[in-house]
């Protein structure tokens, strides 16, 4: 019976105590739960651990296979760091919402069908948007809304497609697919949203940034890589998502390139990191399938370590924008070099993590002699250096001197900054310790001396472009439109110019309406009298008294006309 | 750490200048290197002798001259859905 129990709910149970338990107790509840978690997870065997029957249909709750257990791997690790990160910080509703929300994406990589995986899905979107919720400012809830609507309207697409695809199959496995009737490319829709993929990705950048400081550092782990896992699982080798990849590497570097605020460049960068993973997935050899899952697996940790130094900044300054800051390396020591091997890993730098996984994706398109495909990738990763490898660090910890002395990070934030950090180089530097976890056995090779000579030339010289060309990248205080200009500003623009023509018609129709009214009770008057005033005469043709004698003949007369009609 | 009347060393331009120095130094070093360590190259120009240093360069402004471009279009005040009254 336990085996069907997946490790996810231990999650859940954590999340509803987190509200009753309070002081240390509560403290011990977040510490010490996802550590359970991460236990659970290694205990789930491969493959189907038992069914349950629901309607006609077999459910399958937990199905353990290396993927999996990665990908629930790395979750669990997020909530544990995460939750040391905001455990002082964070109010309880916000953990117990954080916490909900990993149980989703922890129960995403167990389910056995495409039921189960469903409804941890909408677990993820629910819990998500009260994270966002969370941030408590006017902003933060008028960008949860958006990211709700969005959320649930890709879940609303993907039930329809899930639907569709059992209907058609009759099975509610889990298999892979390629997007070729109306139900898969539902289905896919429905992924590529919570992937943040063209053209509705805006949520992401949108909604990410409102959130509290501790609430970004969970937001940035789970949704998106768990997007990423359902494609691996579903949509291995459809060749549609190689182009969407590519196009999500280049759309986050410009819109980082463009972008003032800390956290929504820190945004921007993951549509751009998961560019490459969905790219990788569209690949779909095994190598490739092993750089995705690889790099989801680094890209959270130092993804996350880079929101928490923005967390830690903003915690301590209440600034937000490049163009507030500057100048904070001289008192927050600690938190820049965080920042900094954040930095490094997620531009790929040689000895870290993003180095050993990153370049699996590279060479797999290499080796299938996609030329555009990899010169493409190659670019994007100078281009990575440039938005988050080194804008990111130097518009908040250096460029010039804001003013700001600012104390550096407290213990927990700090300590849970030193977990992530050193988890990047170590996979940097045993990257085997890893490649050992991965779907499929790796023969590969994360270091060569020419490979290394050449990222250090590319990576390099894109931070000379970056200095030299600093003078066309000064922050200014905007925003950049996305394609939710559509519903926030365009489709509002046009609903008040059509009521502009309208008016004229409605008030044509307003005066009609008067004028009938006046009509109707002319016509009451007439006929039914004044029925509620007691004291009044009663006037109305239907309103008066009548004799008994009068009524008999009416009746008389419509009983004959009855009988009349029914020989006729 | 630092004194007010001190500035931290990073900041003095003494500093800059060195660290100037030696970057262009080490960036000069990863091409000459090319000389001696054999890069792999999948599609016969990335194995060019320097086309990661000018390949990551010039990648780089043009993206950057890409986003300036767009930018020129894009770019918005930050309230600008703010100042419909737009409740948020």
């Known amino acids: ?568 | 750490m630092t004194t007010p009347d001190r500035e931290h060393f990073l900041r003095r331009p003494g500093t800059i200048t060195r660290l100037w120095w030696i970057f262009s130094a080490i960036l000069a070093l990863t091409v000459l290197a090319q000389a001696v360590v054999y890069v792999k190259g999948y599609f016969v120009v990335d194995g060019w002798f320097g086309f990661g240093a000018a390949y990551g360069f010039l990648s780089c402004l043009l993206m950057v001259l890409v986003a300036k471009a767009l930018g020129a279009v894009l770019k918005r005040p930050n309230d600008y859905y703010r100042e419909r009254g737009d409740h948020d």
């Open chain 1, 1 to 568: 019976m336990t085996e069907l129990l997946s490790p996810a709910l231990i999650l859940v149970a954590a999340a509803v105590a987190i509200g009753p338990a309070r002081g240390h107790l509560r403290s011990a509840v977040v510490l010490l739960a996802p550590l359970l978690t991460l236990w659970a997870v290694w205990q789930v065997p491969d493959g189907v651990q038992g069914t349950v029957g629901f309607l006609s249909y077999e459910i399958e709750p937990v199905e353990g296979s290396p993927l999996r257990r990665l990908f629930a791997t790395v979750f669990a690790l997020m909530a544990w760091v995460g939750g040391l990160y905001a455990f002082r910080l964070a109010r309880w509703y916000e953990l117990a919402a954080a916490f909900a929300y990993a149980a989703g994406a922890i129960g995403v990589c167990f389910a056995g069908d495409l039921i189960t995986l469903f409804l941890y899905w909408e677990l993820m979107a629910l819990f998500s948007t009260v994270v966002v919720w969370c941030g408590g400012t006017p902003a933060a809830r008028a960008a949860g809304v958006r990211y709700a609507i969005m959320h649930l309207l890709g879940g609303v697409v993907l039930k329809a497609g899930i639907e569709g695809v059992v209907v058609s199959t009759g099975s509610i496995q889990i298999n892979p697919m390629l997007a070729q009737d109306l139900y898969s490319w539902m289905i896919l829709c429905g992924i590529l949203i919570n992937a943040a993929a063209p053209p509705l990705s805006a949520w992401l950048a949108d909604a990410y940034p409102e959130s509290s400081p501790t609430g970004s550092v969970f937001l940035s782990a789970f949704t998106t890589k768990t997007a990423v896992l359902a494609l691996i699982l579903l949509f291995p080798g459809e060749p549609l998502l190689i182009g969407v990849g590519l196009f999500m590497v280049m759309y986050g570097i410009i819109y980082a390139l463009l972008e003032n605020d800390i956290r929504r460049i820190l945004a921007y960068s993951i549509v751009n990191q998961v560019g490459f993973m969905v790219c990788a997935v569209g690949i779909g050899t095994p190598l490739a399938l092993n750089g995705a899952a690889a790099h989801a697996f680094a890209h959270i940790l130092y993804k996350a370590l880079l929101f928490m130094s923005a967390g830690v900044v903003i915690y301590r300054t209440g600034k937000t924008r490049c163009t507030e800051l500057g100048g904070l390396f001289q008192t927050m020591p600690l938190t820049t070099i965080c920042c900094i091997v954040g930095a490094l890993s997620i531009s790929s730098f040689p000895l870290t993590s993003g180095f050993t996984t990153k370049s699996m994706i590279s060479l797999a398109a290499a080796n299938e002699g996609l030329a555009g495909v990899y010169l493409l990738l190659t670019a994007a990763s100078a281009g990575v250096f440039l938005h988050a490898g080194i804008k990111f660090p130097w518009f908040v910890f250096f460029q010039r001197d804001s003013g700001l002395r600012p104390a550096d990070a407290p213990w927990n934030m700090a300590l849970a900054m030193v977990i992530f950090s050193a988890l990047c180089i170590v996979l940097g530097v045993f990257p085997e310790w890893l490649y050992a976890l991965l779907p499929y056995p790796v023969d590969y090779q994360a270091y060569s001396a020419g490979k290394v000579l050449f990222y250090l030339q590319l990576l390099l010289f894109s931070g000379l472009a970056f200095f030299l060309l600093l003078p066309l990248m000064k922050r200014t205080e905007t925003i950049s439109l996305d394609v939710d200009w559509l519903w926030r500003r365009a489709a509002p623009a046009v609903i008040a110019w059509l009521a502009g023509y309208a008016r004229p018609l409605l008030d044509a129709g307003g005066q009609m309406n008067l004028t009938g009214r006046a009509l109707l009770r002319k016509f009451t008057d007439r006929y039914l009298g004044q029925p509620h005033r007691a004291d009044s005469d009663e006037q109305g043709v239907f309103a008066r008294s009548w004799p008994i004698g009068t009524t008999a003949l009416w009746i008389a007369i419509l009983l004959s006309a009855y009988v009349l009609a029914y020989y006729l």
